[in-house]
Nanobody, 117 residues
Framework: VQLQASGGGLVQPGGSLRLSCAASGSIFSPNTMGWYRQAPGKQRELVATITSGDITDYANSVKGRFTIARDNAKNMVYLQMNSLKPEDTAVYYC????????????WGHGTQVTVSS
């Protein structure tokens, strides 16, 4: 399984970005897809997750601002980020996890999101 994330960039505070992640290979189901982020000097933080059945969960820090969605036919997961803040600056990583043993997890390369004026 390979994941390719895209859509990062530089945006001003209050702006928006949409991250995309394409999964390829032997995609298993059911699964959970999602996004983590890691800022310099900080621990990795789970941002948002979505199951094969479209059940979503968000970190408190992004609730009401970020929306995760997926396209199962295309094996894609998206993260719409609105009202961005400087503290959202981080490298964002997408992942997919098998929801049954052995619960394999696959990661994509990160995409940098920088929120700055």
């Amino acid at each position: 399984v390979q994941l390719q994330a895209s859509g990062g960039g530089l945006v001003q505070p209050g702006g928006s970005l949409r991250l995309s992640c394409a999964a390829s290979g032997s995609i298993f189901s059911p699964n959970t897809m999602g996004w983590y982020r890691q800022a310099p000097g900080k621990q990795r933080e789970l941002v948002a997750t979505i199951t094969s059945g479209d059940i979503t969960d968000y970190a408190n820090s992004v609730k009401g601002r970020f929306t995760i969605a997926r396209d199962n036919a295309k094996n894609m997961v998206y993260l719409q980020m609105n009202s961005l803040k400087p503290e959202d600056t981080a490298v964002y990583y997408c992942y997919v996890r098998r929801n049954y043993p052995p619960y394999n997890v696959y990661w994509g390369h990160g995409t940098q999101v920088t929120v700055s004026s």
